[in-house]
């Protein structure tokens, strides 16, 4: 009776869940065995970051029948800007070395990423195995990040997805010469005040990440293809300025790019837990 009852608990699907708790936005996936995506949830990060944790994993494990809470996850990884405020990990591993397995597992031909997060701007070189070659990381100002992109919105009095796609329809560039972020905010508020035409303002904006994108890249070593995650890889402007400056291919992930960090905590997550 036993016996039988150990062999039946042993042939349940196991699940390995990453948690990647961000500045801006927390993101939870959690695999099954065979490393298939049971469940996936991005969520607007509260001031407390173990509350933000604590929901995403909770709204993940619910879309996952036989899971009742994240303490029955076999491994659980935690990463991110929060990732040591993760209940219930096993352990935490960087960003960087997530959002590089994260993109191996996606798309194993991809061997570079700009990551532009809420608060930081990286370039990342992939091995082989998914492993980190290189990496290079601006954390010293806020422009470039997503922060700065919402703060760009704002200014425009649009939504996000509204001045992500604005640019595209630009005839010219207006250069955005400011540096740092709260300046170029100010240049910008000027620039609409002049009654320049939006598009043209949203196209330097663009542009003028893009080449802080672009040094982040040869920085880490992109030379043929680079892939972008994290939320702003679904600005398609800003997806366009970064082709045009770095002259290489941007190729799009078959999943959600602002998942890849947490996608590779949890694959890092079966990896280590799969003799659990």
Do not use: W
Not at 199 to 216: N, P, Y
Not at 232 to 246: D, Q, Y
């Amino acid at each position: 009776m036993y016996a039988a009852y150990v062999a039946g608990k042993d042939s349940r699907m196991k699940y390995f869940g990453g948690c990647d708790a961000g500045s801006t936005y927390t993101k939870c996936v959690i695999l099954d065995e065979n490393g298939k995506i049971a469940a996936a949830v991005t969520k607007r990060s509260r001031i407390n970051l173990v509350l933000s944790a604590k929901d995403a994993l909770d709204e993940a494990v619910s879309q996952v029948d036989g899971l009742n809470s994240a303490e029955e996850l076999t491994y659980l990884i935690g990463t991110g800007y929060g990732r040591n405020k993760v209940p219930f990990a096993d352990e935490n591993i960087s960003e960087i070395s997530c959002h590089a397995m994260g993109v191996h597992v996606t798309d194993p031909s991809v061997k570079a990423i700009i990551d532009i997060g809420g608060q930081d701007v990286k370039g990342i070189a992939i091995d082989t195995d998914g492993t980190v070659l290189n990496f290079a990381m601006n954390d010293k100002c806020a422009a470039g990040t997503g922060r700065f992109f919402e703060s760009m919105a704002r200014a425009f009095e649009m939504s996000l997805d509204e001045f992500s796609n604005l640019s595209l329809t630009a005839k010219n560039v207006i250069p955005i010469t400011a540096q740092c972020a709260v300046f170029a905010e100010s240049e910008v508020i000027s620039l609409v005040g002049e009654g320049k035409p939006m598009e043209e303002i949203a196209a330097g904006i663009q542009l003028s990440v893009a080449k802080r994108c672009f040094v982040m890249a040869k920085k880490a070593g992109a030379v043929d293809s680079v892939t972008l995650t994290g939320g702003c890889a679904k600005n398609e402007g800003l997806k366009k300025a970064i082709e045009k400056v770095l002259k290489i291919n941007v190729v799009d992930l078959p999943t959600d790019p602002q998942l890849m960090g947490a996608l590779g905590a949890a694959e890092y997550a079966r990896q280590k837990g799969s003799n659990v």
